[in-house]
């Protein structure tokens, strides 16, 4: 009886085992589908995330509060050591014939002014150089004569005239107890081309006029007027969005049909590169760097033949005009352009340019490019 007992005990101890084995190869046979669930449900995860929208950090918004020992720059608003804060610019003439290509020093100016030289030789043009921080220059040139329409406009600027000569319709004007020039007194770099085109203002230079010339402040005098352009703040820029006549400017191209200028808007950087003779205006004296500007001023004047011989003046005076003629402009900046007039009531007095509701515009911190042309070819600016 008892090997009987024993014999069933084991018998249902291996039933038993046998429904356990069963159970676990059940389970297992299940297992593989819960196992190839789980990458699918991992290759999802990585999904979601891509399509989560991505972190944007805003540009930081620069201060409007100068940094300690800076000023503003009164030409460009641009932050300028406090020690110059009354130190006169220079405007120096620099020749713009292609002969005198390449320029140096005037990726430095603060200012550009280009204006019809002549009406000879398809009107050439010539550059006015203004420069506030002149201590920094090594070379700027190469420098020629001036021209009675850069007396109108250097002096509004409290600013000390660099030039070699210049016709005798001048000299009445040199007259005048607001005028501080220096002329033919720079040096000669021996580069290759006549002699005309070898005068430079070199390091050293300016001190060295203003030692000989001692009546000549270095500071503004009496006949400076104060603050000249009014600049949007560096938080809150002229976009000129807020002018429905507002168009775009991405390129202009200028009717100046000697040299055939243009710039064009550099979006990432917010300037205008400048081209003429057919490609880029570059600085040998700084890397071959293109000149840019951050703002733009057209202004159509009247022109003033004064002789045979091409000489000729571009009036920029109010005192000049009759209340029937216009003086049309352009301020561009941003990849835009709105039309504006200008007004300028004496030689020692700032031109002021108004938009289409009569007030006078901001506009923005940095170097700035004016042209002053003849009416007749004022309408033929292109922009793109």
Not at 57 to 72: F, I, K, L, R
Not at 315 to 320: E, R
């Amino acid at each position: 009886m008892k090997k009987r007992a024993l014999i069933i005990a084991l018998s249902v101890a291996a039933a038993l085992s046998l429904a356990a084995c069963g159970k676990d190869k059940a389970e297992e046979a299940e297992q593989p589908t819960e196992v190839a669930s789980q990458p699918a449900a991992e290759v999802t995860v990585p999904a979601m995330v891509m399509q989560e929208e991505p972190v944007v950090e805003e540009a930081p918004v620069e201060s409007d509060t100068p940094p300690d020992g800076m000023v503003a720059n009164p030409l460009t608003g641009e932050w300028i050591d406090a020690s110059i804060a009354d130190q006169r610019p220079i405007a120096a003439m620099v020749d713009d014939e292609k002969t005198a290509l390449p320029h140096f020093g005037v990726s430095e100016a603060d200012i550009i002014y280009e204006m019809t030289n002549s009406t000879m030789n398809d009107g050439v043009t010539r550059f006015m150089v203004l420069v506030k921080d002149w201590e920094k220059i090594e070379q700027l040139g190469s420098i020629r004569s001036t021209r009675p329409t850069n007396l109108q406009t250097f002096t509004e600027w409290n600013a000390i005239l660099c030039h070699d000569g210049g016709p005798f319709y001048n000299d009445m004007f040199y007259s005048n107890p607001f005028v501080d020039r220096f002329s033919g007194t720079f040096s000669r770099v021996n580069n290759g081309k006549a002699r005309e085109f070898t005068e430079y203002i070199v390091k050293g230079d300016l001190e060295k006029n203003f030692s000989n010339n001692s009546k000549i402040s270095k500071t503004y005098n009496e006949y400076y007027r104060g603050d000249h352009y009014q600049f949007a703040t560096r938080s809150n820029p002229n976009t000129l969005e807020q002018y429905s006549s507002a168009q775009t400017a991405t390129k202009v191209t200028l009717p100046f049909a000697h040299n055939k200028p243009w710039l064009e808007y550099n979006a990432d950087e917010g300037v205008y590169y400048y081209f003429q003779y057919g490609s880029k205006e570059v600085d040998a004296g700084n890397d071959n760097k293109q000149v840019c500007f951050k703002n733009l001023l057209i202004q159509s004047a009247r022109l003033e033949q004064l002789d045979d011989h091409g000489y000729m003046i571009l009036h920029t005076n109010d005192s000049d005009y009759s209340s029937d003629e216009k003086r049309e402009g352009w301020y561009i900046t941003n990849g835009k352009a709105i039309k504006v007039t200008w007004s300028k009531v004496d030689d020692t007095y700032p031109t002021r340019y108004f938009d289409e509701n009569g007030d006078e515009i901001k506009i923005n911190v940095g170097k700035t490019y004016v042209a002053i042309m003849p009416s007749k070819i004022f309408g033929d600016i292109k922009f793109e």
